[in-house]
T-cell receptor, first 114, second 115 residues
Framework: ETGVTQTPRHLVMGMTNKKSLKCEQH?????MYWYKQSAKKPLELMFV???????ENNSVPSRFSPECPNSSHLFLHLHTLQPEDSALYLC?????????????FGAGTRLSVL | AQKVTQAQTEISVVEKEDVTLDCVYE???????LFWYKQPPSGELVFLIR??????QNEISGRYSWNFQKSTSSFNFTITASQVVDSAVYFC????????????FGTGTRLKVLA
């Protein structure tokens, strides 16, 4: 199943810009996730939404603001980012938010902060 | 504390060779799940397998096989007769049944299959 779509695929932004990442899942899942993937680090879970409610916020700086308007869509709003925020941002979804549920990932947004 | 270790940072093999990717995990839970994902250059993580802690049967799917050994806390992945299309980064992950919703990912093993 590759039913998770992320846009844009690439994004370059200045430190004072505001931009948003979008994720859409076509799998009928109830849980959605944002991950950050930096070079040579394990994937870092940022946010978890289940049935449009945020159930996990992993001490993410407030310059990252998630939004989940419905179970199919997830956004990550970005403002006043730092160069160290440059990374691949991956969205995932799963049927539920139970431990052991298989997560299906999108192709990611490659973000560069100048 | 939960942890996943993939000690092999990068492996290069010649096409048709067999290759094994190692995964060692740490958990205090008696019930947990283990996963393998493949990340090709296109970026998305592709789910390969899920195994729960009560099922120690090895699994084979085509050229892929997985060896789960609770006694050594390992969940190794073997590709038989590797192909260039197998070139990717492979991640092992752990999901516990207590605590948070997290997958704990290893740092990945980059596999290069040379023609």
């Amino acid at each position: 199943e590759t039913g998770v779509t992320q846009t844009p695929r690439h994004l370059v932004m200045g430190m004072t810009n505001k931009k948003s990442l979008k994720c859409e899942q076509h799998l009928g899942h109830n849980a959605m996730y944002w991950y950050k993937q930096s070079a040579k680090k394990p994937l870092e879970l940022m946010f978890v939404y289940s049935l449009e409610e945020r159930v996990e916020n992993n001490s993410v700086p407030s310059r990252f603001s998630p939004e989940c308007p419905n179970s199919s869509h997830l956004f990550l709003h970005l403002h006043t980012l730092q160069p160290e925020d440059s990374a691949l941002y991956l969205c995932a979804s799963s049927q539920g938010h139970l431990k052991g549920d298989i997560q299906y990932f999108g192709a990611g947004t490659r973000l560069s902060v100048l | 504390a939960q942890k996943v270790t993939q000690a092999q940072t990068e492996i290069s093999v010649v096409e048709k060779e067999d290759v094994t990717l190692d995964c060692v995990y740490e958990t205090r839970d008696t019930t947990y799940y283990l996963f393998w994902y493949k990340q090709p250059p296109s970026g998305e993580l592709v789910f390969l397998i899920r195994r729960n802690s009560f099922d120690e049967q090895n699994e084979i799917s085509g050229r892929y096989s997985w060896n789960f050994q609770k006694s050594t806390s390992s969940f190794n992945f073997t590709i038989t007769a590797s192909q260039v299309v197998d070139s990717a980064v492979y991640f092992c992950a752990l999901s516990e049944t207590s605590g948070t919703y997290k997958y704990i990912f290893g740092t990945g093993t980059r596999l290069k299959v040379l023609a």
